[in-house]
């Protein structure tokens, strides 16, 4: 097992994202954006830079945390931009050594019922670039977030039924901010340990976030603070034998899709250390013990 993050959240510039993983005593960065912008898309004379950054610091990209079929993506729109950043990401992937990627299966369509949400197309693209990343010798990872697979854990298992060679990596806290569409409205936020548990099996890697609802807001918190069942959830893990990477994601500092919740640069990076330490220190007290 080994501990990683998407450092874009202690640093907007990877300089300030190699020295964070440094202060833990990490060898590995999630990469997401690199000066506001993600990794498969930063032109090539700046990930020419980065690569060169990451050489001379001796640390490693472990993921790519891609935007491909994210959420803000529209299943009812072309999928032209998901192929194109599918191959930048192979080729620079293949230049980095990295062999795991993180996806997801589109925005869920507004105002629509679960049964109505384009799910055959969704598993047609999802299909597609799985295909096309084994056959780069990359692991798919489809990430529970705001998507298709999202709503609920049986529409990740639908999903997983659907594709091929398609693997998850489990995000402890979006169950906590996320509505069960598998029951009526008004729907309840769902269980992070039941849909954990349901989809232990095709469990991958994992993305480290807590925290709770509070008025119809969420409130992020350190881990193992919120709902997100983090402790049990690692526990649990370790427990079975887990041996894959477990990435920190506070959302404390900065939120990748909400540009308002920012603090300044010296307590975010802070915050995102501190973060680390916290979860190396839970990781600790759930180990199995000899």
Known sequence: MYLTGFADEAAADLAGQIRATQELGWKYIESRNIDGVNIHDIDD???????????????????????????????????????????????????LGCKLIRIMSYAVIPDTPPGEQMAEERFRRVRELTRRFLDAGIQPVHENCMNYGGMGWAFTLRLLENVPGLKLVFDTGNPVFSANRMLPEPCPVQSPWEFYAQVRDHIAYVHIKDGYMLDGKAVYTWPGEGTGDVVCICRDLLANGYDGGISIEPHMGAVFHDPSVVTDADRRFAMYVEYGRRMERILESVKPRT
């Open 45 to 95: 004379a700046a990930f020419d830079r980065a690569c060169g950054q990451l050489r001379d610091a001796g640390i490693a990209i472990n993921c790519f945390g891609s935007a491909i079929a994210n959420w803000g993506k529209d299943i009812r729109k072309p999928m032209d931009v998901d192929l194109e950043q599918t191959q930048r990401a192979i080729v620079r992937m293949n230049r």
